[in-house]
């Protein structure tokens, strides 16, 4: 979860750029969260507080009105009765990574899963986007291999992962959509040798990169065994007191690896 959070931060400033080096600053004045951070912290705190997903994702996004939705979730978001629309955008995707650290089995993290996503994004592809991700985020952090990552997003939900990181960077669009953005997001931690690897990976892909970063990022946390502590130092510092409320207290209960920032 905390992988999220950094990712979507260190990615927000890079958002919508092509593709580049990977040496860049990882963190910059104007790095701060976005969307991304806001949703994942809604479902950590619908699991944490044993609430709907739909009614927290609702009360978290409208208290952050500005965090950078799409139109249709913001549309979705301001809604008097808000129904699923869907929708197959990565937001369910980039939101998910909470329920990899709450539950203790595969089938019931993907189950899970696809509760986080229906309440808006109830496209098959929209489901399918926060499972893939939520198994592979579950997989890692309980030992499993990258071979066994793999087969579990190609296999499982048949993402094609054959494209490498110069394929991505070559054919770099802004794409939103859970097809585009999970494989991208699995190919650049694949490829990774560490955490912060997995997000230069991403920043260096270019297109919807928060998002990629956020999904890798979420991935990557559990596979290394958390997130380097000046990474986090610095994910944290940019979170306001409510988000970063919730996070500490997400960790704590279910185990995330965190050091809060004094």
Known sequence: MIGALAGDIIGSVYEGDGPRSKAFPLFAQESQF?????????????????????????????????AGYGGMFRRWLQSSRPVPYNSFGNGSAMRVSAVAWAFEDLETVLAEAG????????????????????????????????????????????????????????????????????????????????????????????????TLACIAGSIAEGFYGGVPEEIQRQTILRLDGALLDETIAFAQRYGVPLRPAS
Do not use: M
């Open 115 to 210: 509760k986080s996503a229906e309440c808006s994004h109830n496209h098959p592809e929209g489901i399918k986007g926060a499972q893939a991700t939520a198994g592979a985020i579950f997989l890692g952090r309980k030992g499993g291999s990258k071979d066994e990552i793999r087969t579990l997003i190609s296999g499982r939900f048949g993402y094609d992962l054959s494209a490498s990181l110069d394929d991505l960077r070559e054919h770099s669009t802004f794409d939103e959509t859970c097809q585009g953005t999970v494989p991208a997001a699995a190919i650049a931690f694949l490829e990774s040798i560490d955490f912060e690897d997995a997000i230069r990976n991403c920043v260096s892909i270019g297109g919807d990169v928060d």
């Open 34 to 66: 976005t969307d991304d951070s806001v949703l994942t912290v809604a479902v950590a705190s619908a699991i944490r507080n044993g609430g709907d997903y739909g009614d927290a994702i609702l009360r978290w996004g409208r208290r952050y009105p500005h």
